[in-house]
C-alpha cells in the first residue's frame, strides 16, 4: 500500500480496492449462491422463503435473505492473508478479525432513494482518537449502481474536529434536507456507493455513517462484510 492511498483513508475514511480479489478467485462463492437461491426458489407446494420477504421492510429483507443462505468457506476465500496484512498496515497492528457475514438483498425492492435510509455506525468512537477498526465490504458479484450496495460518507468519521461539520449538523442533514447529496457536498461530505465489480473490495473506518439502500436492479446484491478491531 503506497502513502497516497493511507493519506486518503486517513481523510475520507476509506478506500476502494478494484479488483483486489481477481473475479475467478470470488466465482465460487458466487456460484453457490446462485445455486441456494434457485434451490429455494424451486421447493415444492409453493413453499420458498423468498416469497415472504417481499411482506417485510426493504431493509429487513436483507438480514432475513443473508440468514437463509450459508456458503461454506466464505470466510476464509475473502479475509485471505493479504487483506489482514492491508488492515494491519492501515491501524499500526493485527487486528482481531469477526467472522464474515453475507449481505443480500433481493432484487427490485424500489426506486433508489436517499430517503428514509438507516445511516448509523457499529461502534462509538472518538473522531480525534485512533482507527478503532476496518470494515471490508466484499463484492461476490458485479454491483450496479442503484443496486443496493452500502452506501457510506466520507469524512464523516472527523465530525467535531476543526473544519468539518458537527455530529448534529450531519445527523439533522440527513434527517431533514430535500436534496441530500447537495447538502452534503456543502459539509464536504461525500456518498460513497460500494458498487462495481465482482472481486473489488471496500475498506472503511469503523466510524464513518454507512447504510444499506434500496435494490432497484433486476439482480440480487451479492456482498459480504468483515469487521477488524484494533485494541484500544
Ligand atoms: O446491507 C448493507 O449493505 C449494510 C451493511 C451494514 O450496515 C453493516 O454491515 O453494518
Known sequence: MNSPQTDLFIDKGYLRLEGFHPKKHVAGVRQKL????????????????????????????????????????????LVTPGLIEYV???????????????????PQQGAS?????????????????????????FLIDDVAP?????????????????????????RETLKTSASIEQSLQQLDIDIVEMSGRAGDVFLMDLRLLHTPSVNATKNVRMMATARCFFDA
Do not use: Y
Not at 421492510?57 to 432475513?64: C, D, Y
Not at 469524512?155 to 448534529?168: L, Q, W, Y
Open 146 to 170: 442503484g443496486g443496493g450496495a452500502t452506501l457510506a460518507l466520507a469524512g464523516s468519521h472527523r465530525v467535531d474536529t476543526p473544519g468539518r461539520p458537527s455530529a448534529s449538523r450531519l
Open 88 to 106: 494491519t498496515r492501515l491501524g499500526g497492528r493485527t487486528p482481531a478479525v469477526q467472522d464474515t457475514q453475507l449481505l443480500l438483498s433481493p
Open 34 to 77: 446462485l445455486d441456494e437461491l434457485k434451490r429455494m426458489k424451486a421447493l415444492p407446494g409453493g413453499k420458498s422463503p423468498l416469497g415472504s420477504l417481499q411482506r417485510l421492510p426493504v431493509f429487513q429483507q436483507i438480514g432475513k435473505l443473508s440468514a437463509l443462505v450459508k456458503v461454506p468457506g466464505l470466510h476464509a476465500t
Open 113 to 137: 432513494t436517499l430517503e428514509g435510509l438507516n445511516w448509523h455506525v457499529d461502534i462509538s468512537a472518538k473522531p480525534q482518537g485512533p482507527l478503532p477498526g476496518v470494515q471490508a465490504f
